[in-house]
């Protein structure tokens, strides 16, 4: 997972802990919108952090640079 999919989980997370949208009743009946929503947040964020590391190596990486004289 890179930043975006953390950020599309998340986001889904929060629509559903907060019920921005209403779903239909044979939704709802059936699943526990919010239960999943909470488990959608740490599952986004989890999933963010491996690219925030990756980016992180990638930015530190040496170039040399070497001239021989011929």
Do not use: K, N, Q
């Amino acid at each position: 997972m890179g930043f975006g999919v953390g950020i599309v989980l998340l986001v889904l997370g929060a629509i559903l802990v907060t019920g921005a949208v209403d779903l239909p009743a044979s939704v709802d009946d059936v699943v526990a919108t919010t239960t999943v929503g909470w488990i959608l947040i740490p599952a986004g964020a989890l999933g963010i952090v491996p690219g925030l590391i990756a980016t992180r190596s990638r930015s530190h990486t040496t170039v040399v640079e070497e001239r021989r004289d011929v």
